[in-house]
């Protein structure tokens, strides 16, 4: 039995560019089968064995909730900022639980080791203090002052620099990342993740940005991107045990984890447990 | 109980490999001055198979966030936190692992219990083979088993395989009576592993 | 020397590879292979027909093969890389380039259908793909008892290079590299070459650097 709270939450299930006609895209949400297509009359169907879901568009993807929606997809102010390029970078598709994807992508400390002379470098292996919350009035794990030095942070950056960041779990299976922009010093680069969860123990990840970039090709920026998020897929598949554990004993955390302990401690609370692994083994 | 887990040859100083004791999964190491080690293939910080990970000096480091583990198993680095002494209770399962004759052996094993005696043979090479013992008895004809260690007569040359159950199939390492019938063990080999998943579909 | 490159394609990683292991400057043009397919665009066709990344351009020469790909760069740089001119390594260097595109077709496949979702019979292209990492292992673990390390010799050729990242790449497709000890000492051999780069899915052998020695802390960089 999937709990009430996993069915009533929005998830990602295709890109809106790649949209077509009856069957569509045939993929899982949450071990059922569904189809994602535009009907006769242009509209977005996300179908189900019992009927169709509801679906919300936005940030380049079709949203689907299996159950009777919780509340209203979570806001991106930023995708409505003039100025910015929105860029869907596709899917990859991981095994691993949704939610280990998501915890990856709120980690800083793996840079040196995993995305080697790109978002970290040994000997800049620190992870100073920085603040973590649970926001009562959006329901949301925000993570602020994150400091990390970086020797290439973006496609547009040309040396190292200290590189700061806010990390936001806004659903259970997405993130956004808020980080300093290369190109516009007012401003923050967003980069989100988008976790489909086919199972408890395989996913598809749908990245997604919105930079202040007028000048790098599209093609570059999103292969930059794949060959982050790439890096990251061999770490996520060897993972064992493959669920996250949300109770604490099995895995050791430590202050650079903080932002993982509030994402696990929330997802606990609100029973969120699709991917999850309970009782510690 | 002893477990075959490897030869040695196959895990030169600075490289690490899974390996496997009775189920559970492991990462073997051995270190640039040549000390061996069989942990369990989990770093207690987010559960990344140690196997993936990299040796420097005396010292194994996991590939996800560089935490660095002693000989011993102690957890003696975290580089997201440099100056930090890391808590003793942070440490890699620890298993036994010696080497004899060429061949790489996990434990737990009790103190008596003796390995096998491969002195005067020279190691060949490891496969792997999707197939069960019986599946194996019956491609070997003429091979006698003691235990893990399989005996037999190759065109005249003396074989020996240890046998280690993995995963859903079974480990070959194999072993033969001098250094010039190397090659023509290790192409029976392929053919025993060709019979044996054929032995084992039916 | 421009490429038209995609940074998860295994064939556009060979061409890299061996740029930078030769130490040639390459100019790379990055395609939006996935999601945008703009390799099979009319655009992109009309450079090459066949629709396929990586292609080279140089001057008037335009190659969309990457073992082609591999032969010209290293014949360009002194042919060290293409053996030692006997009939007999010339000949086994043009086998192990054969062999690579059964790697391409099997393990190359399986990692497109696990990671990009391509269709394809992922248990076929699996099995196909152990039964070449078999013949691979089998190969190197004769070439060690005769002292050699790479497919060809005791230095790395071409053919190397060719078969390299679709065998490295294996578990993106879901095939284990685990049971192949030659596999594992060769690759950590071409991944310990002077100037090897990494691509996504093959990590940096970060033994090869020392333990770094102490920085001054994160806040005195703010």
Not at chain 1, 168 to 174: E, N, S
Not at chain 3, 57 to 62: F, M, R, S, T
Not at chain 3, 110 to 128: P, Q, V
Request: charged residues 20%; negative net charge.
């Amino acid at each position: 039995m999937i709990p009430a709270a996993v069915l009533n939450e929005w998830y990602p299930v295709a890109m809106i560019a790649q949209l077509a006609a009856w069957p569509g895209r045939q993929t899982l949400l949450l071990g059922s089968e569904i189809n994602v297509f535009r009907d006769a009359a242009g509209a977005v169907v996300v179908q189900g064995a019992d009927g169709p879901l509801a679906v919300t568009l936005a940030y380049g993807h079709v949203w689907a909730c299996p159950g009777v929606p919780a509340h209203p997809l979570f806001p991106i102010p930023e995708a409505d900022q003039p100025g910015r390029r929105l860029v869907d970078c596709g899917v990859v598709r991981v095994k691993c639980s949704p939610l280990r994807a998501v915890e990856n992508f709120l980690d800083i400390a793996h840079f040196p080791f995993v995305h080697t002379d790109v978002l970290g470098a040994e000997p800049h292996t620190e992870v100073g203090r920085y603040e973590v919350q649970i926001r009562e009035d959006s329901d949301e794990v925000w993570a602020t002052k994150v400091h990390f030095y970086q020797p290439q942070a973006a496609k547009s950056a040309a040396g190292g620099i200290v590189t700061e960041y806010m990390y936001r779990v806004a659903a259970p299976t997405a993130s956004v990342l808020y980080k300093t922009c290369p190109n516009n010093a007012d401003e923050w680069d967003v980069i989100a993740i988008f976790v489909q969860p086919l199972t408890e123990e395989l996913c598809e990840v749908w990245p997604w940005m919105a930079l202040f970039d007028d000048t790098t090709p599209q093609a570059d920026l999103i292969q930059f991107q794949q060959m982050i998020f790439l890096q990251d897929r061999s770490i996520l598949e060897n993972q064992i045990p493959r669920l996250l554990p949300l109770d604490p004993g099995k895995e050791i955390p430590t202050q650079a984890d903080l932002t993982s302990i509030a994402y696990r401690r929330w997802l606990k609370r609100k029973g969120l447990t699709y991917g999850a692994q309970m009782v510690a083994a | 109980m002893w477990v075959a887990n490897g030869l040695s040859q196959d895990l030169p100083s600075g490289v690490v490999m899974a390996g496997n004791w009775q189920g559970a999964e492991l990462a073997i190491w051995r270190s640039v001055s040549g000390r061996l080690a069989a942990w369990g293939d989990r770093c207690p910080h987010r559960g990344m198979r140690l196997s993936h990970g990299f040796v420097r000096g005396e010292t194994l480091s996991c590939i996800y966030h560089g935490w660095t583990y002693g000989s011993d198993g102690a957890c003696s680095k975290i580089p997201a936190h440099p100056t930090m002494v890391p808590p003793a209770a942070i440490k890699a399962e620890v298993y036994q692992c010696v080497e004899a004759d060429g061949v790489i052996w996990v434990g737990p094993a009790g103190p008596e219990a003796d390995l096998p005696d491969l002195s005067g043979m020279v190691a060949v090479r490891s496969v792997s083979v999707l197939g069960d013992v019986a599946a194996l008895t019956r491609a070997l004809p003429g091979f006698v088993a003691d235990g893990a260690l399989w005996r037999g007569q190759v065109g005249g040359v003396s074989v020996s395989l240890v046998v280690q159950a993995r995963g859903a199939g079974l480990g070959l390492h194999a072993l033969c009576g001098a250094a010039a019938h190397r090659v023509a063990v290790s192409r029976w080999l392929d053919g025993v592993v060709q019979l044996v998943e054929q032995e084992a579909l039916t | 020397m421009k490429l038209y490159d995609y940074v998860l394609s295994a064939s556009c990683y060979k061409v890299r590879l061996m740029a930078a292991l030769l130490g040639e400057k390459l100019s790379t043009e990055a395609v939006d292979f996935h999601p945008g397919r703009a390799h099979r665009s009319r655009e992109f066709r009309a450079l090459n027909p066949a629709g396929t990344l990586p292609v080279l351009v140089d001057g008037g020469l335009i190659l969309t093969e990457s073992t082609a790909m591999l032969v010209y760069l290293a014949q360009r740089a002194g042919k060290v890389w293409l053996g030692d001119g006997s009939p007999v390594q010339a000949a086994q260097v043009q086998q192990w380039l054969a062999f690579s595109a059964r790697l391409g077709g099997s393990l190359g496949m399986a990692r497109l259908h696990d990671m990009l979702l391509y269709a394809g019979d992922i248990d076929a292209l699996r099995r196909a793909g152990v039964a070449a990492l078999r013949e691979l292992e089998s190969h190197l673990t004769e070439a060690r008892f005769d002292g050699r390390i790479f497919l060809t010799g005791t230095t790395p050729t071409i053919a190397d290079i060719a078969c390299f990242p679709n065998v490295a790449l294996a578990p993106d497709g879901g095939v284990s590299l685990d049971d192949y000890p030659s596999i594992r000492l060769w690759s950590r051999a071409i991944r310990a070459l002077p100037g090897f780069i990494e691509m996504p899915g093959i990590h940096r052998l970060h033994e090869l650097k020392p333990a770094p020695e102490a920085v001054p802390p994160l806040e005195a960089l703010l």
